[in-house]
């Protein structure tokens, strides 16, 4: 396993890279598809969203108001952007939240039609809040990248470049207050790579990995065969290969004098951390190595951790919460005035012991005025928003 210092929180960092997905086309129950989430002091840009990725978003409360800020991808491969169109569509939902789009063409026509194929659906949902889907007054920024642009987005410099794979993909480069994070893409060999990777903080590669099973032996010959199948892969008539070989890998990376390698976008293998590592090294790779994880976030400075899951760990705190909100309920039922009537409400639906209120967690007029009550449209009633209740009433 990797090192792990402590569990964190977003909110705890400047800038950071999370693996939301390392893994690969192939189904793992151990990583999900392609993605990884860029944060700069609450600025979030999610590059690549493969299957799985919303599923984790959620698992770490990254949605609604709380949700990427920007979604880039790099190229078009279905484990890479298995998600974009519902991520793109509930990024639509909440009206005046502007968000970012980038990617190769024809990322464009994807939120065209991601627009005009859910523009009933779309409509359907917001109605329920009171609103409605304007196509042609909706909140996304769309830019349409061929590879080499360089532009800032809320402060954050991002530039691109083509790489070589089998589709038109892109690698990204992020830099803030003299740091760097450049995300590689699927790529083979490029001497492109190192111009955009120099001297960064963490490069986040299409890696390759020392397996355990095959450390001690040399590779037996159908392994082999399987791995130059897999890197040699090729597109119809397009010779250009798809994945680099490690040699590749440890080459580029060396070229770009990367301080931490992040390897991610891989298999099933039974992975050898250490022999990897020392794999890098003797390819003369002498920066940090890391195995990447779902969920493990790393910052400029080497250190990694798990990104706390906050809607898995708030329940282990949810049943100490709702205790002690229903004995200080118990307690207060002979003085009973508005604000533990407030409190009552909050303690009778909040089931989970988040301190809000969700639609399915609401129930009777608190249901049927969710949407009305809920003013700031996260989806989630706060102590604040309950108060209107009263209103509701009168
Ligand atoms: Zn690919």
Redesign the pocket.
Known sequence: MNKVTSNKNLDDIDFSVTIIGSGS?QYNPNRTQ?SALVQYKGIKFLVDMGNGTIEHLNELGLTGRNAPDALLL??H?I??NAEFIPMVHSKLMIPGNKFLVAGPSPIDEMVDYTKKFYKEDLNYRMKSRGRTFDENNSNEIVKVLKGGESFEYKGVKISTIEVP???K?LAYRFDVDGKSIVIS??LSYTNKLQKLAKNADILVM?GKIVSSQNRNKNQNSSNKKRNSRNSQRTSGNNSVK??ASIEEIAKMAKASNAKIMVLT?LGTQVIDEKATASKYSSLGFKGKVIVGADFLTITPDGNSFMLVKTNTSNTTNATQKRANRNSQSINNRNTYNSSSQKRDLMSRFDTNGDDRISEAEAKGSVKENFFRLDTNNDGFLSTKELRNMRNLRN
Request: avoid cysteine; aromatic fraction near 0%.
């Open positions: 086309p392609a790099t190229h491969h484990d890479h794979h089998s589709i993909t893409g699927d299409d798809a994945h976008h």
